[in-house]
């Protein structure tokens, strides 16, 4: 027997779709994290995206980057956990675009100095596939310590200044409200106060464990509507800069996918509905022999 489908599904289906981005603010709620040999792994983050609720995104299924630039404002390039080696040569830029650990990444991303008018950026990155904005926010970011204020390229070529108070340092972390996530690692610097000025010398360079430190990480999520893209506009690339007399470093990144799952599930919900009317609006002849 054919079973009629809902309209009201479809309808409130398809209305999720439609929602405006951008006006709404996305928060995150909470973290997973699993501890990987000595790394700190993150699991999964749950985000408030407003109308559409919460959502819990696993990190394996995010969209990941590739590091295409990157320099540094002082001799120390990296950080891995106090108690792993001193990443080596051809592996650094993998700290940050090569894994889901938050006891890994890149340090001191130098500041912009035109004033916020770019499109100065010293971090820049391609993503895995397009990233699509939608409604709420698109992109997750960590900073080692969550106190610096960093500045991101917007779709006219300016930057877009995020103070560090929008960094979130304390959340439910594996269900414990009001919690942080501590982080104990060794920074990775150049002998002889050499600056990192490229991808190529990140990869190169002679590596020494310069301090310890200890410090919790900060998460941000930036919408795209922040950065001047339309609903449904989408970007394959990014650019990040520290505002002056900051040093952001950077431990994770990762984008939202766009829910194609859910698209295709209304569109042929609402296909099916549509021959259904269309059988039932159809007249029946009846022959007499």
């Known amino acids: 027997m054919n079973r009629l489908i809902n ?5 409130v289906a398809l209305s999720a779709l439609t929602v405006a981005a951008g006006s709404h603010a996305a928060t995150i709620q909470s973290i997973t994290t699993s501890t990987v040999g000595n790394d700190t792994q993150l699991d999964s983050i749950t985000i408030d995206q407003d109308t559409a609720g919460s959502v819990t995104y696993h990190t ?10 990157y320099a540094s404002s002082n001799d120390s390039f990296a950080y891995v956990d106090d108690d792993n080696p001193i990443p080596a ?3 650094r830029a993998a700290q940050l675009d090569g894994d889901r650990f938050l006891t890994t990444g890149l340090t001191n991303i130098p500041e912009d100095d035109t004033g916020g008018a770019g499109p100065t950026t010293f971090l820049t990155f391609n993503f895995n596939r397009a990233v699509v904005n939608g409604e709420g926010a698109e992109i997750i970011l960590t900073d080692l310590g969550g106190n610096d204020s960093i500045r991101v390229t917007k779709k006219d070529g300016s930057l877009l200044g995020i103070s560090s108070s ?4 304390t959340l439910t972390v594996n269900g414990s409200v009001n919690s942080s996530v501590g982080v104990a690692v060794d920074i990775i610097q150049q002998p002889g106060n050499d600056t990192t000025d490229s991808l190529a010398e990140l990869e190169s360079a002679v590596g020494v464990v310069g301090a310890n430190s200890s410090q919790d990480i900060g998460f941000l999520l930036i919408d795209l509507t922040d950065l001047g893209y339309g609903v449904g506009e989408s970007i394959t ?3 990040i800069s520290s505002s002056p007399n900051n040093g952001f470093d950077p ?3 990762g984008a939202i996918p766009e829910p194609a799952s859910l698209v ?8 099916l509905l549509t ?3 269309a059988f039932l609006n159809t007249p029946v002849v009846v022959h007499h022999s």
């Open 251 to 253: 431990g994770f990144i």
């Open 264 to 271: 295709l599930l209304c569109l042929g919900s609402l296909c």
């Open 275 to 277: 021959k259904r009317r």
């Open 166 to 169: 929008n960094f979130i340092k």
């Open 60 to 69: 394996a299924s995010l969209i990941g980057i590739d590091v295409t630039g």
């Open 237 to 239: 690339s990014l650019g």
């Open 89 to 91: 040569t051809g592996s």
């Open 7 to 11: 309209p009201m599904f479809i309808g």
